[in-house]
């Protein structure tokens, strides 16, 4: 997961990204990601749980037609990342935290259904949300999930957010409203979480 950058004495700040966890790597979209991002969420298990136009998609699609990296400043609104798997270097999904207030960020992911099931996507919660907390600067980070995604709802539990209540009509695509569940972690919950886990480590 990325160094935290609370504690140090020295001057100089790590880099941003990429981002690395135990398994994934967490990075800017490059041009030669595009095909496999297309694939990503064009696959119809994914459509069902997200039939939406990803923001990470859009970000790869811009990036596939530029030849300049996107610089990772602490002052972006949003990062939206490829999710890499560290052993075979192959691109399994995609993630973004985008802020919408000063403080506050909304969270989200997708993985290829081969991947679903191994933990892959609470890793990616738990490093996003790290991020959003340490490097954003943030006090707040929520996530809505469709009401029938059950899998994702468990991944965001599992990462630490709360259910916060059911968002009646909170999506619309083509002629058809999704309700969703939004889930929310504010910082405090959030540290006192990452203090528990330490002493557990012990």
């Known amino acids: 997961m990325n160094t935290p950058l609370t504690g140090r004495t020295s001057h100089t700040q790590p880099p941003l990204l990429p981002i690395r966890t135990a398994r994934l790597l967490l990075r800017d979209f490059l041009s030669s990601d595009l095909q496999a991002v297309e694939a990503l969420a064009a696959h119809p298990r994914v459509r069902e749980q997200a039939p939406f ?45 985008a802020r919408v207030g000063r403080h506050s960020a909304d969270l989200g992911y997708m ?3 081969r991947h679903w099931g191994y933990g892959y996507g609470t890793e990616v919660a738990k490093a996003m949300i790290q991020f959003g907390f340490e490097t954003m600067k943030l006090k707040h980070i929520t996530a809505i999930v469709a009401t029938d995604n059950e899998g994702s709802r468990r991944v965001l539990m599992k990462a630490g957010l709360m259910w916060q209540g059911l968002v009646r009509r909170a999506l619309r695509v083509g002629s058809r409203h999704w309700d969703c569940h939004q889930y929310t972690i504010d910082r405090a919950r959030w540290q006192s979480q990452a203090t528990q886990t330490r002493a557990k480590k012990r």
Do not use: F, Q, W
């Not at 136009?53 to 990342?81: M, Q």
């Open 53 to 97: 136009e990803s923001r990470a998609l859009l970000v790869a699609r811009r990036a596939a037609h530029t030849k300049v990296a996107r610089r990772p400043s602490r002052d972006r609104k949003s990062y939206e990342l490829a999710v890499i798997h560290r052993k075979s270097h192959k691109l399994i999904g995609a993630c973004d935290i």
């Open 111 to 113: 993985l290829l259904p």
